[in-house]
């Protein structure tokens, strides 16, 4: 009812409306409601690269044992997550309310989006209420959707960057806990297993949210150009001026934390190699010695995520996101002009 028939019933009306203003804002929405539905069912088909997800998320919670890492974990990263989750949760209920309150809050009585129905929603008030209560519900459950597409990538390269930190803590302190060098040994052996579990994560990342943020990223430049359009030449009331401002805040919160942390755990892996060689590792044995050079080789291969296998998922795409959407913009001016 909401994943396929709500888009549906957005994108028959593309281009058919008496306004440019109801054009601009049925495409935006179209353009959304659709990514929106394809990361969902691109996320459900993949659901099962979670539980494996899982299984190595808990093999890295079972080596945080330090007081450092303890505090560093369950300090740091539950700030980081709630300011994110929050974020995420304001944003996207300013979204909702805005649309209702430019559809209810009016002289003429109209719809949230402009969409097919197959009845004439104007010619009773229980079909106007029918109309409207499907697309606010609808909008609510997308919404919905769109939240859990886009605060699991974030959280979860929130994760990986911080288990990589933990690591660089762990191998920098290797020798300092015990002066058994075998003992020191087996520690680092540990160490080189949860290295190897952060590519297995990293791996299972990519396979998971690649194809998705390629959709969103894809469409991003689109619909901020076209909010911006609306924003600046099409709408005179106040209401729908608040609503396209929020919804440019969405947009650009989709894809500015991901790329963020994608970034982040990249440069985190650039540091692991200067965490083992700031431990004692030239008190240690030659067996020792021998597995920290093959774990600062293993540090220093570059890790990124490809967004559809095509795109490099850091600040830099986020860059070229917005470049695009100027772009784009600048071709509006001068088609409009």
């Not at 080596?63 to 929050?86: A, D, G, P, Q």
């Not at 004439?120 to 609510?140: E, M, R």
């Amino acid at each position: 009812m909401v994943t396929i028939l709500y888009p549906l019933h957005l994108s028959v009306l593309i281009f058919r409306n008496d306004k440019v203003a109801d054009d601009i804002k049925n495409l935006a929405i179209s353009v959304t409601t659709i990514a929106c539905s394809i990361k969902f069912m691109s996320f459900a088909v993949n659901l099962k690269k979670m539980l494996e997800i899982e299984k190595i998320l808990d093999k890295l919670d079972a080596r945080i044992t330090s007081t450092e890492e303890h505090y560093f974990y369950h300090n740091k990263l539950n700030k980081k997550l709630k300011i994110i989750i929050k974020t995420f949760a304001l944003v996207y209920a300013a979204v909702a309310l805005t649309a209702e309150m430019t559809a209810v809050i009016g002289q003429e009585r109209i719809l949230l989006y402009p969409g097919w129905f197959p009845f004439d929603w104007k010619t009773s008030n229980v079909k106007y209420l029918l109309a409207h209560s499907y697309q606010f519900v609808g909008i609510c459950i997308a919404i919905a959707q769109n939240y859990a597409n886009e605060t699991i990538p974030v959280i979860l390269l929130c994760l990986l960057t911080v288990h990589i930190k933990l690591l660089a803590i762990r191998i920098s302190k290797c020798c300092d806990s015990s002066d058994n060098l075998r003992e020191n040994e087996r520690e680092f052996l540990c160490c080189i297993q949860d290295q190897i579990n952060l590519y297995k994560l990293c791996d299972l990342l990519e396979e998971l949210i690649a194809f998705p943020m390629f959709v969103q990223i894809t469409v991003s430049a689109v619909n901020i150009c076209v909010a911006m359009a609306a924003l600046l030449f099409y709408l005179n009331d106040y209401f729908n001026r608040v609503y396209y401002f929020v919804y440019i805040c969405a947009m650009i919160l989709q894809i500015f934390p991901t790329c963020y942390f994608s970034t982040d755990f990249q440069l985190m892996f650039d540091k692991l190699p200067y965490a083992a060689f700031s431990s004692k590792w030239f008190d240690q044995t030659e067996k020792y010695k021998k597995h920290m050079i093959l774990f600062t080789e293993r540090a220093l291969m570059k890790r990124p995520i490809l967004a559809g296998r095509i795109l490099q998922l850091d600040l830099n795409t986020y860059i070229a996101a917005c470049k695009a959407t100027y772009s784009l913009f600048a071709v509006f001016l001068k088609l409009k002009g």
